[in-house]
């Protein structure tokens, strides 16, 4: 993965599925939108939304994601939502661009 996050390095990746690993468990986190955040030409800002299942952890924390085409690195993800269909995750991205 890239040591900077862009839209496209998800945005490319909407509804593949990405491996969260909490503990000694993993489970499958779908990519299900990339929104833009009101990015300038000076700061790039964007939210990410991912799926998982209802059994996935609803706390929010660094955990260790995975894509067989992105590898793995370490994302923060805050659950935003669960019901019936699973629980949703946010990641949140701001950087400034020099």
């Known amino acids: 993965m890239p040591d900077e996050f862009t839209m496209e390095t998800f945005s ?4 593949t ?18 929104t833009d955040l009101g990015s300038t030409p000076r ?3 964007f939210s ?20 067989d085409s992105a590898g ?12 019936a269909d699973g629980v949703q995750y946010q990641a949140v991205f701001n950087r400034f661009i020099e």
């Open 17 to 34: 599925t990405f491996q969260m690993h909490y503990g000694s468990q993993t489970a499958p986190l779908e990519v299900v939108s990339v």
């Open 48 to 67: 990410v939304i991912f799926r998982a299942p209802v059994t996935a952890p609803i706390h929010q924390g660094i955990y260790r994601v995975d894509h």
């Open 72 to 83: 793995p690195f370490d994302l923060f993800l805050v659950p935003i939502a669960r019901d």
């Open 43 to 45: 700061q790039i800002q």
């Open 12 to 15: 490319d990746r909407v509804n």
